[in-house]
């Protein structure tokens, strides 16, 4: 059994900070690509970032140069490091984890409100 729990959501005013941290657990030999999603009503799930366990990583557009993915492989666990929040990004931000000879995982979610 695999578990993704996230934790850092919250509400921020628009030009701040906010950090995302999910953290894998169970029987885990190797995640290999680690992501953050986000989805607002109504709209589909988006991609925000992606870390290979290489440590290659991509960026949605609309986030490059304000967000910042990292991880830490020993603690099975991904990092979102997000600044200058804008209120288009308020959304449900999911973490997604692709587990080698397991399959992929989604972590429950966590609120991020953007105030103009």
């Known amino acids: 059994q695999v578990q993704l729990v996230e934790s850092g959501g919250g509400l921020v005013q628009a030009g701040g900070s906010l950090r995302l941290s999910c953290t894998a657990s169970g029987t885990i030999f190797t995640i290999k690509t680690m992501g953050w999603y986000r989805q607002t009503p109504g709209k589909q799930r988006e991609l925000v970032a992606t870390?290979?366990?290489?440590?290659?990583?991509s960026y949605a557009d609309s986030v490059k140069g304000r967000f910042t993915i990292s991880r830490d492989n020993a603690k099975n666990t991904v990092y979102l490091q997000m600044n200058s929040l804008k209120p288009e990004d308020t959304a449900v931000y999911y973490c997604?984890?692709?587990?080698?000879?397991?399959?992929?995982?989604w972590g429950q979610g966590t609120e991020v409100t953007v105030s103009s």
């Open positions: 997604n984890a692709d587990i080698l000879a397991i399959g992929r995982y």
């Open positions: 870390i290979t366990s290489s440590l290659t990583i």
